[in-house]
C-alpha cells in the first residue's frame, strides 16, 4: 500500500490505535474519532491484534483466495488448441460453450498472436527475425477453400470483361456510325 510516514493507518498508526483500546482502555469510538476513522475499522485492527498480534496489522493482499468461476484449464487448453487451427474467436465460443469474452481472455492470457507466443510455439527459434518469416503454411482444406474463391473470382473477373468488352464494342460502332454520318452521338 503507498502511504506516507505520517499516515494515520499505517502499522505504526494501527498500533498505536489498537494498544489505545487494549493498553489504555479507551473506547473503541472515542479510538475511532481520534484516528479519523470509524468504531468499525477499529474493531477490526483489535480483533486482529489479539488473534495475531503486532503481525496481524501489516497490510495484506486484496488478491481473493480463490476463484471458483474461473474457467477449468481443459476448458482454456481447447480454446488454444482450435485457435492454434485456425479457427474464429467467435466459432470457438459456439463449439466450446463460453461466451466470445471469455475466449479472448483466454487467448490473451495466453499471449496468443503476440511475436512472444509465436516464438514460444516454435521453441524459442529466431529471436528478432520472426517479424520477417512468412505465416505458416495452410492446411489441405484451408487451401482448397482459397483455391475455390480465387476461381470464383477468376470466372467473375472473365464476366465482367466479357460484359465490358460488348459495352465498349457498341460505344466504338455509335461513335463510328455517327462520325459518319456526321451527326452527334444519341443517347437511348
Excluded at 19 to 34: L, Y
Excluded at 49 to 68: C, I, Q, W
Excluded at 129 to 154: H, K
Excluded at 162 to 182: K, M, N, P, Q
Aim: aromatic share 4%; glycine share 6%.
Amino acid at each position: 500500500m503507498d502511504t506516507h510516514k505520517n499516515a494515520p493507518l499505517t502499522p505504526k498508526g494501527r498500533e498505536a490505535m489498537v494498544r489505545s483500546v487494549v493498553e489504555d482502555g479507551v473506547t473503541k469510538a472515542a479510538a475511532a474519532h481520534q484516528f479519523n476513522t470509524t468504531a468499525k475499522t477499529v474493531a477490526k485492527w483489535v480483533e486482529r491484534f489479539r488473534a495475531e498480534g503486532v503481525d496481524g496489522l501489516r497490510d495484506r493482499s486484496s488478491k481473493p483466495h480463490s476463484l471458483p468461476s474461473q474457467t477449468a484449464p481443459a476448458t482454456c487448453t481447447v480454446i488454444e488448441t482450435l485457435r492454434r487451427q485456425r479457427h474464429t474467436g467467435k466459432h470457438i465460443a459456439a463449439e466450446v460453450g463460453v461466451s466470445a469474452a471469455t475466449v479472448s481472455r483466454t487467448l490473451a492470457l495466453a499471449a496468443f498472436g503476440t511475436q512472444r507466443a509465436e516464438k514460444t510455439l516454435r521453441g524459442g527459434i529466431g529471436d528478432d527475425t520472426f517479424r520477417y518469416q512468412s505465416r505458416p503454411a495452410l492446411s489441405a482444406e484451408a487451401a482448397g477453400d482459397t483455391v475455390d474463391m480465387a476461381t470464383n473470382l477468376a470466372l467473375d473477373a472473365e464476366r465482367i470483361a466479357a460484359a465490358l468488352t460488348i459495352v465498349v464494342a457498341d460505344v466504338v460502332r455509335a461513335a463510328a456510325l455517327g462520325a459518319l454520318h456526321d451527326r452527334p452521338l444519341q443517347r437511348r
